[in-house]
């Protein structure tokens, strides 16, 4: 019950007690003075009556004393009149019927009047003559106390409801500062600062005001420098000073979370001896000059810029991961690259295609950080020494399937719901409990297991994402795989289906038909969030909407702000591979990566927003991430299983 309803109901409760108060006072009072009044008209009457029947008593006039008695029992006054003469003992009685116009039987029937008679014997000298007896009629008084206890009534009623209403708006202006002060907590406490309430004019409410005044204030301020901590450790710890671009640890990290996921690509490791000429040459302020304006043209001018990441590793060297690519547009990137530099190497007067050489490997299946890298340094080694621009790792590959037939192996497997399931537990850091488990898919081409890591590139690159994520929904739910569990069960959802609007009707029908919504989690990547946050908050409204929750996933991959949290508001954030990746060998770069992962769930937790930490290899790095207090791991550890249906 509101503040505004509990000061009501106890007005109310207060003013219906005195009500009760006034009314039986105002009752007894005038049933009081109705009694009396009654009394003291019998006592009149009935010496009056004596009075005028003497006379004719004396001589015997029986129809003029009929006729007196009749007056005055006409009226109305008295219930019953008896009249006895002593000499023969002959009685005249005249009686009415309690019966009283505008008054209710029911009120008449609670005999609030006792019965009231006098009786007197009339004589002459030592003669008696007669006696006489009267009984007065509580009609009269039923009508009195009636008529007074309706006004009575009506008026306090008619006070009361005025009161109530006029107490009713005068509390919601004295409370309305108190409304406000609920909905100011309730935006601090989701991370919406406001400018500083209003002081109101009851003494009371100023100190309740200034506290939250206070309180707003100063949580501002802790967040703030928790937003300024986490950009302060990814600048110092994930960024090169000079260029402003990520550093080898960041790049690393970014190698180990992408090769974990199913994508196409390359890496290109690049060496540009030119620097070196210009540090000697013009000396280090112009060489950092000149790398600062090359980092900005590689972001910004380069295609792809999207998938693609530039870090600079060395004085000299910069890498570049080229992500979701083909070898088609890896060679389009390439020759960019190749003119963006010498356009830089002929602004600074030196020869083209000269002192510089990149090194291109792709990426295949199964290939590891380590190999991967390797391939790379090779083909820069071989373009060095062969005083080439560019050099590619050649990898021999099984035959593999061209475009046109993955669209036709993919369209058909959507069709006919050829995908093969598997799940990975995630677990409580501190019971190790099951909170969810995330699926996965695989399809069966030929008799041979293909891995999302193969077809997943292709089916983003045909647009065939929103029909993939609705082929697994509706098989999740004919194989009724929600009745396998307890647990929720956690779907990625592909980047395209953020955007899609007949994915989002699709996916509100499809919630709307379930009987337990809330047994299913949908995961969207940080980069499909930041990539089309509007989409995305429309997407997760109607998942919200149903009972369902969501998640980001890969948090904290890019190097932007974390902002998009406060506005999306996900039940969960799963970290980045890449941060809670470890180093068996270099203490620094754990320590590097833990302090980073405690300052995003120190950022989450202040938003009411549960952290997993991804990428957990073993029982000695669960130990690790633990003093962190995140609310769930999973990873290597515990690696996904085969679904056994019933």
């Not at 505008?102 to 000298?125: C, D, M, R, Y």
């Not at 290939?367 to 083909?379: H, S």
Request: charge should be negative; aromatic fraction near 8%.
């Amino acid at each position: 019950m509101t503040l505004l309803n509990q000061i009501n109901s106890l007005l109310f409760t207060l003013f219906l007690l005195m009500m009760s108060c006034l009314v039986y006072f105002q009752f007894t009072e005038t049933k009081a003075f109705m009694v009396n009044q009654m009394e003291s008209d019998l006592n009149n009457t009935l010496t009056s009556l004596t009075l005028s029947l003497k006379p004719h008593l004396e001589t015997g006039d029986e129809a003029t004393a009929n006729t007196l008695v009749n007056v005055i029992f006409e009226g109305g006054f008295y219930k019953k009149v008896k009249l006895t003469w002593l000499a023969d003992k002959k009685e005249k009685v005249w009686e009415n019927d309690v019966a009283v116009k505008e008054v209710p039987q029911w009120f008449i029937n609670l005999n609030l009047f006792e019965k009231q008679s006098k009786e007197a014997t009339i004589t002459s000298g030592w003669l008696q003559l007669a006696t006489l007896k009267i009984e007065s009629n509580p009609a009269i008084g039923y009508r009195e106390l009636w008529r007074i206890m309706n006004d009575t009534l009506m008026i306090l009623s008619a006070l009361f409801l005025l009161t109530v209403l006029v107490l009713h708006l005068r509390l919601k202006v004295i409370l309305k500062p108190l409304y406000e002060v609920a909905r100011h907590a309730r935006d601090v406490s989701e991370r919406k600062f406001h400018s500083d309430m209003a002081m109101p004019s009851t003494i009371e409410l100023k100190e309740v005001v200034g506290a939250i005044n206070s309180m707003s204030g100063q949580l501002k301020h802790v967040f703030s420098a928790l937003d300024e901590e986490v950009d302060s450790l990814k600048k110092h710890t994930l960024c090169d000073q000079v260029s402003q671009l990520p550093n080898r640890l960041y790049l690393t990290g970014q190698l180990n979370s992408w090769l974990s996921e199913p994508d196409l690509g390359a890496l290109l490791l690049a060496d540009f001896s030119w620097l070196d000429e210009i540090h000697s040459k013009y000396g280090y302020q112009m060489r950092d000059q000149t790398i600062k304006t090359l980092s900005n043209k590689l972001t910004t001018e380069l295609p792809l810029s999207s998938e693609a990441l530039v870090a600079r590793i060395s004085n000299t060297e910069f890498a570049f991961l080229i992500r979701k690519a083909d070898k088609e547009q890896v060679s389009e990137y390439l020759q960019s690259l190749i003119r963006l530099i010498n356009q830089e190497i002929l602004n600074v007067d030196f020869e083209p295609n000269q002192q510089f050489a990149i090194g291109i490997a792709e990426r295949s299946q199964g290939i590891t950080r380590p190999e991967l890298l390797a391939q790379a340094d090779n083909a820069l080694q071989k373009a060095l020494n062969e005083n080439k621009t560019s050099h590619w790792f050649y990898v021999e590959k099984e035959k593999e399937f061209s475009r046109e037939a993955w669209r036709n192996q993919l369209v058909q497997s959507i069709n006919n719901n050829d995908f093969i399931f598997q799940w990975q537990p995630i677990q409580q850091c501190h019971d190790n409990k099951v909170i969810q488990r995330e699926i996965y898919c695989r399809l069966e081409i030929e008799g041979k297991i293909v891995q999302a890591g193969q077809f997943m590139p292709y089916v983003e690159r045909f647009s065939l994402g929103h029909q993939l994520d609705q082929c697994l929904l509706e098989a999740i739910n004919e194989d009724n795989l929600f009745a396998l569990n307890v647990e929720p069960i956690a779907v990625n959802l592909s980047r395209e289906s953020i955007s899609n609007v007949e994915f989002h009707l699709w996916l509100s029908s499809y919630l709307e038909k379930m009987k337990n919504p809330e047994k299913i989690n949908f995961e969207i990547s940080e980069a499909g969030v930041t990539q089309n946050l509007a989409a995305c908050i429309q997407l997760c409204e109607i998942i919200e909407k149903s009972g369902a929750k969501f998640g980001v996933d890969n948090c904290g991959r890019q190097m932007g702000s974390l902002t998009y949290l406060q506005e999306l508001k996900p039940d969960y954030i799963k970290l980045d591979l890449s941060l809670s990746c470890y180093n068996n060998e270099k203490d620094e770069e754990n320590q590097q990566n833990l302090e980073l992962c405690r300052a995003l769930v120190n950022i989450a937790r202040g938003l009411n927003i549960k952290v997993i930490i991804t990428g957990i290899e073993d029982e000695k790095h669960l130990e690790t991430i633990k003093l962190l207090r995140a609310d769930g791991y999973q990873g290597y550890i515990l690696p996904p299983t085969d679904i056994v249906k019933i």
